[in-house]
């Protein structure tokens, strides 16, 4: 049996994504989304649960997220994770479980609304917007990253 390791979230940004670029020129966007999770507990009472997740997004598609996406704006993430590690400058290593996206769809209106209104959306951001990674970009190496 062959391995899946594939990540689908929807969430809102905490802050807007960093852009940077690799010496190469490749544009790489980082954020940070969070997720909410309620339920109601054994003895009825409601609880929730936020997580944040730390989203990586490569080349084209991250010129998208820094065009488009801002703090708050909510977006369904599809990607896969990946855990890499580094020595802090004591020498203690250290790991960061990130998700490399390579599909993002902007699920808030151009006019910043979460879906919390009761007005209809205009036309033109009543629809999703998509974006996906183009399959023919160069593959990039962790060694590559400037940061």
Known sequence: MNSLN??????NLTANPEIRETPNGQKVANFSLATN????????MKQEQ???????????????????????KKAYIEGRLQTRSWDDPSGVKKYKTEVVADNLIMLS????????SDEAPA????????????KAEEEIHIEDIPF
């Open 123 to 134: 036309e033109e951001s009543a629809a999703p917007k998509r974006a996906r990674s183009p």
């Open 109 to 116: 209106g151009a006019s910043g609304d979460f879906g919390g």
């Open 37 to 44: 999770r309620t339920w109601k507990d054994a003895s009825g």
């Open 50 to 72: 936020t997580e944040f997740h730390s989203i990586v997004v490569w080349g084209a598609l991250a010129g998208i997220c820094e065009q488009y996406l801002t703090k708050g």
């Open 6 to 11: 594939k990540v689908q979230l929807i969430g």
